[in-house]
């Protein structure tokens, strides 16, 4: 699934085509992903000038001068193609600006969203109301987390994958940002010493700026904008490398839980 370095990445790929063009046409090529698509989305889309795009979670934001703001989720699959050369079997929606440029959402799994809110609702717009702080942003802090980690006898790699106490953060960044901490994925937040949290902030920072740097992580079907894939994989320091040897020399593992593989190390991580 796309992580937030992933939507990040797409959405400064979206940027030079969208910022400040008009949208002349909307083409639905079905009437849901996820969910229903807005019956009105054509109507309330055609003719609105994009005013600017940014990002929220693993959502993608597109403000236009109607007072609307389009936010699409890629969901597993979800790509956008940036002026395509052809039509492809999964272009369920696809947007032209009064420039000429055509942008097609390809969503082979359907697993997506696309929605259309007030902008002015949309701080509390059911999936946005309960997110934490953004971790790129000034509100994630040691201070925050310890909060988070008090007194919880809860892994600290599932407390910081609940949205509602880190916004966008997934399995492949927390994974990793838990081993540049040495902290094991399987400790208790309520065990971990005060002085480890502002390092482990740190880490989730450098992680993801690292990792948009890249482009991101290609995974199965995730690729950019402009069709480049993300290499962000090559750098990855134990996701995806069990039984190879961690910088250490230890072996890294796995472990199965609650549907996501954890990969960490027995030796770095304690």
């Not at 910022?19 to 009437?31: D, F, K, M, S, T």
């Not at 069990?242 to 960490?264: D, H, K, V, Y």
Request: glycine share 12%; aromatic share 6%; with cysteine.
């Amino acid at each position: 699934m796309p992580e937030l370095p992933e939507v990040e990445t797409t959405v400064g790929g979206l940027r030079p085509v969208l910022e400040g063009r008009r949208i002349v046409r909307v083409i639905a090529n079905r009437p849901d992903l996820r969910r229903p698509m807005p019956v009105d989305l054509g109507q309330r889309l055609t003719g609105a000038r994009v005013t600017s795009l940014g990002r929220r979670a693993k959502y993608g934001l597109v403000d236009t001068d109607r007072g609307d703001t389009f936010v699409f989720h890629l969901g597993m699959s979800g790509r956008w193609r940036v002026d395509p050369s052809e039509a492809l079997p999964h272009d369920h929606l696809v947007l032209e600006t009064d420039e000429g440029r055509r942008l097609a959402l390809n969503d082979p799994r359907r697993f997506g969203s696309v929605d259309l809110v007030p902008t002015a609702e949309l701080t509390g717009w059911g999936p946005f109301a309960a997110l934490g702080p953004e971790p790129l942003g000034a509100e994630f802090t040691a201070r925050h987390l310890a909060k988070v980690f008090a007194d919880r006898i809860s892994p600290v790699k599932a407390l910081l994958l609940d949205q509602r106490n880190v916004a966008g953060l997934g399995n492949i960044y927390v994974c990793e940002a838990l081993h540049m901490a040495g902290i094991a994925p399987s400790l208790a937040g309520g065990q971990i010493a005060t002085r480890r949290i502002a390092p482990l902030v740190a880490a989730v920072r450098e992680v993801l700026a690292a990792a948009i740097e890249a482009g991101g992580s290609t995974l199965r079907d995730y690729a950019r904008p402009d069709g480049e894939l993300g290499y962000f994989s090559k750098q990855w320091r134990v996701y995806g490398r069990e039984g190879e040897a961690c910088g250490c020399g230890t072996t890294i593992l796995r472990r199965a839980e609650a549907g996501r593989s954890t990969f960490f190390c027995p030796q770095c991580q304690r």
